[in-house]
Nanobody, 123 residues
Framework: QVQLVESGGGSVQAGGSLRLSCTAS????????MSWYRQAPGLEREFVSTIDGDGRPSYAASVKGRFIISQDYAKSTVYLQMNSLKPEDTAMYYCKTDLWFGAITPECPSAYWGQGTQVTVSS
């Protein structure tokens, strides 16, 4: 069974930094992209950042220049280094995988979400 485990959330003052981690397990015979989304109370879930199957990162305009996504393929882990945090970055942050190559199976779902990790930035 596939699993995504996020960690690294917490409370920080504006201007501070946090690093989120998301480790995937249970995936077999496929490759997948790993992304970060976030959802603030009362708002829809929004895209934050992703690394595609060729290792190219992309960012939402609201975090570009402040957040850095990276991936350790050996550890099946994606990181989100969040710098210069603002109160408006406060949200639940979710890790997501999307199938990049391979057949859709229970061990390779087309998309899969983690449970989320809370980030709170105080002013």
């Amino acid at each position: 069974q596939v699993q995504l485990v996020e960690s690294g959330g917490g409370s920080v003052q504006a201007g501070g930094s946090l690093r989120l981690s998301c480790t995937a397990s249970g995936y077999t015979h496929c490759t997948y992209t790993m992304s970060w989304y976030r959802q603030a109370p009362g708002l829809e879930r929004e895209f934050v950042s992703t690394i595609d199957g060729d290792g190219r990162p992309s960012y939402a305009a609201s975090v570009k220049g402040r957040f850095i996504i990276s991936q350790d393929y050996a550890k099946s882990t994606v990181y989100l280094q969040m710098n210069s945090l603002k109160p408006e970055d406060t949200a639940m942050y979710y890790c997501k995988t999307d199938l990049w190559f391979g057949a859709i199976t229970p061990e390779c779902p087309s998309a899969y979400w983690g449970q989320g990790t809370q980030v709170t930035v105080s002013s």
